[in-house]
């Protein structure tokens, strides 16, 4: 009884936010004083990219480059969170995305500056200058001013650049989630305080972290850097290369509208391969009519006239925060489970299931344009934590079927889209107003890219299982310890059958896998 009083009363407590940064509010950066950073944070890419041409090339290709105006998907939300609610509040977005803008007053005016610094982006000087980190989020940094760049470039002054520049946040986990980490508040326009995105928590919590609470897990840590950093050989003579190669600083993640935005084919390729693989989806039961589950599926004796039911279950095996992440409430990730006849033909119209979070605004309704400052609460969140898993039910009603028709086959693929088709329509339209296209002028005359906001969106198959209902296999202990996962987390209804899932793989466990798995 203690214990319900004790969380009604913390529940009770207005949320505690961060203190804002000095006149930068709602952003939590923090800039030294004037200057507040070096001008060559508009000039990195030039700058910069004479001593290390391979960082600045792979960068050129990234999210980072394309964080700022350049970038329609971005700049169509931000736009509209300042025609609606004033260019004060926009100032959380720019402390991850435009701090050059941020730095210079830029964000503060009623129109943003055509100049450079829209399409600076998050260049080398804002990672290689911080300080100082906090996991608060919204830009939670603490930028210093002095010249990353040496004057004279002696053998001395290298040593001083470089220990300038390797600062002792650059590699931590909390650099990243200075910015991979958000909040919304009543200084954003928002009636309540609500998480944005939290990347960083969600991998703070896990087994890549070192956190043993949910479940024995036997995975090796890892940081942000390890899996979006990974070592590429460096070709064009960068002179901070060891060993023939270089920390990627494509910063490779989920962002395949942006590769095909600006018709980059080697990056999408790149983001593609990066993907696949990253989660598991099985056809992990089946059920016929009445009768009991089976696992795995192929065992189910379809029976025509009857009821079919499928559990599909979908671990997040290597991601280390939740899969899709960034973003939750504009992914365009589903699963799509498709049944046919062993002719080949639709049992059924696909089902497709939303690998997403839904926000709705203060009258209930869905937001799906990046409407942040409208945001309520989320509904449902169907991403999946790392090393979890999550099902979804479907039941098909079988039509009349031959004999020759049989066994019928289903196909479960977890299908990748970077965004919403919803967000994805309205950067194409904002994109052919006036001041669309002076900003892509803009970044084609500064940069030299183009980015064309109405390319079709790729889809990339990231999992696939296809199983045949032929009352053949046999049971696999890790898949029905997953379907296990996957049950224990839905309805409360489901928790005898994830306790029956998970006996079953345990009858079929090796002795050393059972003792290792306390269930």
């Not at 480059?65 to 509040?89: Q, T």
């Not at 039961?285 to 009445?290: I, K, L, N, Y």
């Amino acid at each position: 009884m203690l214990a319900f009083f004790v969380t009604a009363l913390a529940v009770s407590q207005p949320a505690l936010l961060p203190k804002d940064g000095p006149g930068l509010a709602p952003a939590q950066l923090r800039l030294p004083e004037r200057p507040a950073l070096p001008a060559a944070s508009v000039n990195d890419p030039v700058e910069c990219g004479s001593c290390h041409p391979d960082v600045a090339s792979q960068w050129r290709t990234s999210a980072h480059a394309l964080s700022s105006f350049n970038n329609p998907l971005y700049r169509v939300a931000i736009d509209r969170l300042r025609d609606e609610r004033g260019p004060g509040p926009s100032r959380m977005c720019a402390a991850c995305h435009d701090v050059a803008l941020l730095a210079d007053g830029g964000m503060d005016g009623k129109e943003v500056p055509l100049d450079a610094r829209a399409v600076a982006g998050i260049s080398c000087t804002t990672c290689h200058s911080a300080a100082h980190v906090t996991v608060d989020g919204n830009g939670s940094l603490e930028l210093r001013g002095d010249e990353a760049l040496p004057t004279e470039l002696r053998r001395a002054t290298l040593a001083a650049h470089q220990e300038r520049v390797v600062n002792a946040p650059l590699r931590t986990a909390e650099l990243c989630g200075s910015c991979h980490r958000s909040f919304l508040d009543p200084s954003t326009g928002n009636s309540t305080p609500f998480f944005g995105m939290d990347d960083y928590g969600a991998w703070r919590g896990s087994a890549y972290a070192g956190q043993q609470a949910e479940r024995p897990d036997e995975v090796a840590e890892a940081t942000c850097q390890g899996c979006h950093m990974a070592p590429e050989a460096a070709v064009l003579g960068d002179l901070a290369s060891k060993d023939g190669g270089v920390k990627s600083h494509r910063f490779l993640g989920a962002h395949t509208s942006l590769a095909a935005m600006r018709a980059d084919a080697d990056t999408l390729a790149r983001v593609r391969k990066f993907l696949e693989g990253s989660v598991r989806v099985e056809v992990a039961a089946a059920r016929v009519g009445s009768g009991g589950w089976v696992m795995p599926a192929s065992l189910a004796q379809v029976k025509v006239g009857e009821p079919l039911e499928l559990d599909v279950v979908v671990t997040n095996d290597a991601v280390g925060h939740r899969f899709p992440g960034g973003t939750l409430d504009n992914q365009g990730t589903v699963v799509r489970l498709t049944v046919r006849t062993a002719r080949g033909a639709l049992v059924a119209q696909p089902v497709v299931h939303p690998l997403r979070s839904e926000v709705v605004d203060a009258q209930g309704r869905p937001l799906h344009e990046r409407q942040t400052h409208d945001f309520k609460a989320a509904v449902w969140n169907h991403t999946i934590p790392p090393r979890a898993s999550r099902a979804f039910r479907v039941q098909v009603q079988l039509p009349a079927l031959e004999p020759g028709e049989l066994p019928l086959e289903v196909e479960a693929v977890v299908e990748h889209q970077a965004r919403l088709g919803a967000l994805h329509a309205v950067a194409c339209a904002d994109a052919k107003t006036q001041r669309g296209q002076a900003r892509d002028a803009l970044t084609r005359r500064l940069t030299a890219q183009v980015v064309d906001a109405c390319v079709a969106q790729p889809v990339t198959v990231v999992a696939k299982a296809v199983s045949s209902l032929d009352g053949k296999g046999r049971l696999d202990w890790t898949q029905a310890y997953r379907r296990g996962l996957a049950l224990s987390v839905g309805l409360q209804e489901y928790l005898e059958e994830a306790a029956q899932a998970f006996a079953a793989g345990l009858a079929v466990a090796p002795a050393e896998a059972s003792a290792q798995v306390r269930l």
